[in-house]
C-alpha cells in the first residue's frame, strides 16, 4: 500500500506541464524510472471532454514522441498563420479557376453558335477499300487522273508501270 502512495504522490508531484493548446488542453511530462532507464511519459487532459480530435497535430506529434521538444507558443500561432495563408490562397486559385472555366464556356459558346461544317466524311471513307478489297469508284478516277497530271498531288505511293493499283502493296514475308 505504501508503494501505492509513494507512486501516487510521485505522479502528481513530479509532473511538469509541457504546454497549453489553443483549445485549452494541458500537456505534461513525468520522468520515470522503469527498470533502470528513465524514460519520460506523455498525456493531456482535456480541458473540456475527451476528445482527440480538438489536440493540433503538433502536440498529437509530441505526444507520440515524434517530436522532442513540446511545440511552442510562438510555433502553433506561426503554424496557424500559415495555415490561413493557404486557405486564402485555395480561395483565389478557386476562383481563379472558375473565371476560367466561365471563360472557356463563353467561349465555346460564341464558338456553337456559328456556323461550322461537320467534318468532312467523304474524304475520311475514301481511304478505305471496300468489302471486295478494292477503292472506292470515286478513288480509281482520281487515281487514273493523277497517271495523266503531276503525281505529286497524291498521298497514295506511285509506281512506274501501268499495272500499278494503290492499296495492293503487301510488305514481304
Known amino acids: 500500500m505504501s508503494k501505492l502512495f509513494s507512486r501516487l ?5 513530479s509532473r511538469n506541464l509541457a504546454g497549453v493548446d489553443k483549445a485549452g488542453n494541458r500537456y505534461f511530462t513525468l520522468q520515470e524510472n522503469v527498470d533502470g532507464i528513465m ?7 482535456f480541458k473540456a ?27 502553433m500561432a506561426d503554424l496557424e498563420a500559415r495555415r490561413e495563408r493557404v486557405k486564402l490562397n485555395i480561395a483565389t486559385l478557386k476562383k ?12 465555346k459558346r460564341s464558338v456553337s ?3 461550322v461544317g461537320g467534318p468532312d466524311l467523304k474524304s475520311f471513307i ?14 480509281e478516277q482520281t487515281n487514273a487522273a493523277d497517271d495523266n ?4 498531288r497524291s498521298t497514295e505511293p506511285t509506281g512506274t508501270g501501268k499495272s500499278y493499283k494503290p492499296g ?6
Request: proline share 8%; charged share 40%; net charge negative.
Open 149 to 152: 497530271t503531276d503525281s505529286s
Open 126 to 139: 475514301r481511304q478505305f477499300p471496300n468489302s471486295s478489297g478494292e477503292g472506292d469508284g470515286r478513288k
Open 9 to 13: 504522490t510521485g505522479f502528481f508531484t
Open 168 to 173: 495492293t502493296w503487301q510488305p514481304p514475308t
Open 113 to 115: 453558335t456559328d456556323k
Open 39 to 45: 524514460k519520460e511519459k506523455r498525456w493531456v487532459k
Open 49 to 75: 471532454e475527451d476528445d482527440p480530435t480538438s489536440i493540433p497535430v503538433e502536440w498529437i506529434c509530441w505526444l507520440n514522441g515524434q517530436r522532442k521538444k513540446a511545440p511552442t507558443d510562438q510555433e
Open 96 to 107: 481563379e479557376e472558375e473565371e476560367r472555366k466561365s471563360k472557356e464556356e463563353e467561349i
